[in-house]
């Protein structure tokens, strides 16, 4: 087992701290923001009902 000494330790922390990215998110504004998210949750809704009728129906 290797035990580190906290001067080794801190060091290793600041050495692995970086700078943020200058870069802009390539996507964005309110079309990401609130429609995609909406049309997905209506997506996703839309199908699980579709499930539940298929297994709701279902006699065993």
Do not use: C, K, N
């Not at 906290?6 to 079309?31: D, M, N």
Request: net charge negative; hydrophobic share 55%; charged share 10%.
């Amino acid at each position: 087992m290797i035990s580190a000494t906290p001067g080794l330790l801190a060091a290793s922390v600041q050495a692995g701290t970086v700078a943020p990215l200058p870069a802009e998110a390539p996507i964005g504004g309110p079309l990401w923001s609130y429609v995609i998210p909406a049309l997905l949750l209506a997506i996703a809704t839309f199908g699980t009902f579709l499930l539940y009728r298929h297994f709701a129906t279902r006699e065993d």
